[in-house]
């Protein structure tokens, strides 16, 4: 008698770019955002499901000044406090979580969690990374990631099912503006060169963000949509009334034709071997008028800038239309008014465990058109960055200090110092004696 199979288990992905503001930037409760599965329970089983992972990446997590020196702990921790308990206040059945690995580059930061009667308590090899791509490699932009192994083997002499995989997330803010393809694309295959992990396969000196079983890619990738001048909706994509069109979601559909991501991927210019479910089933998630549910402001034309990709091992490199994770939701969250991006959210059903004992942990498979290669020099690269980083973080913090929280009245202020401390130097002694 063989094994009955185990559960296909259950990722959650969360995103959200959180404008800078560092703790103010979340309502206290994150039902909506974190607790999706209220909303997909008839799909999944006949009771809720609480997922097995849940992995949490933020985008301008805080001022950048802060960030460029370094100054992320405290914010960074209460996140992580207000993450995990909010998960385990709306998990179906009192679920409890434990943080398998943060990891926090500038503004950009990725929390990922595993159940603790499952997941958790079979990780291994929890590693992190991070990245930058902003000018001489500054980390304004940039991104991180983390990635792990769970092994459990399970089953009789019949069958066995094996959970022994390796799983890797990233987190990324790619370059913004309409205009910036090129170097959207460029900076993912920065991240795909240098954001580098141990080798996998003796002999290899770094492993890429494709060495890894399942493969989870999200952020504020600022991709953008761009209508020809000639399509019905330009003329009015600056008025009120491309809101009200964007309410539609057949009118949706056709455009997401003009989605750059869609239109860079199938060219095969980027996110290589990776899948993305239904991204206009939600509205745009850019660019809203801060403190509105649902208005845009329209000096930028509205984006799906926010996206989870996601990849494993067997699914195959010739056919992109088809992934064996199952997209179960996809959705933003338009209650959120603090930013002017919308949060969002996707729930995605892995691949049944293999029956097949793999000598070695499987791998995604790429077209063999494709061979990423690591930069030799990509950790140099980024701690130079990084020390500039730290110079002007610090040189800014300071202004920003001297300024009561604001970097120009600081400025202000140290130019009306450095005046007055040169006008005190430069008396002459007559004119003191005088005195």
Known sequence: MS????????????????????????????????????????????????????AVGFQELLPLHLGLSGLSKSVIENRNALIL??????????????????????????????RDDGVARKVQDVQTQWTSFGPLYMGNKGAVGVRFRVCETDGDVGETYTYDFQASFVNAHLTP???????????YEWIVRSLLFPPIIPGDRHSTIYGTSHLFFLGDLNYRLELPKTHPQYAISRLPEFTKALSSEKIREELKEYDQLTIEKRKGNVFIALHE???????CSYKYKLGQVDKYNLKRMPS???????????????????????NVLYTSIPSYTTSDHKPIV???????????????????????????TPDPNAVLKKYFGRCIDRIIGFIWWTLTLLGAGSGVVGVFNFLMGLGAWTWFKGRSPSTNSSV
């Open 277 to 283: 479910g239904e991204f206009w089933k939600f509205k």
């Open 304 to 326: 799906w800038t926010d996206r989870v990709l996601y990849a494993t091992y067997n699914d195959s490199p010739e056919d992109a239309a088809h992934s064996n994770i199952t």
């Open 85 to 114: 308990s909010q998960i385990e206040e709306h998990a179906p059945n009192k679920e409890k979580y434990s943080l398998i690995a943060k990891v926090v580059n500038v503004g950009v930061a990725l929390l990922v969690y595993g």
């Open 346 to 372: 996707s729930l995605l059903l892995m691949p049944p465990p293999s029956t097949i004992k793999h000598e070695s942990i499987p791998q995604i498979r790429l077209p063999a058109s494709y061979r990423p």
């Open 177 to 187: 503006f309409d205009h910036k393809v090129a170097r959207r694309n460029a900076d």
């Open 3 to 54: 094994a009955q199979q185990p559960e296909r288990l259950l990722v959650q992905i969360a995103s959200y770019n959180t404008n800078l503001q560092g703790v103010a930037g979340l309502p206290q409760d994150l039902v909506d955002w974190l607790a999706p599965t209220l909303q997909v329970s008839q799909f999944l089983a006949k009771e809720r499901r609480a997922p097995d992972i849940v």
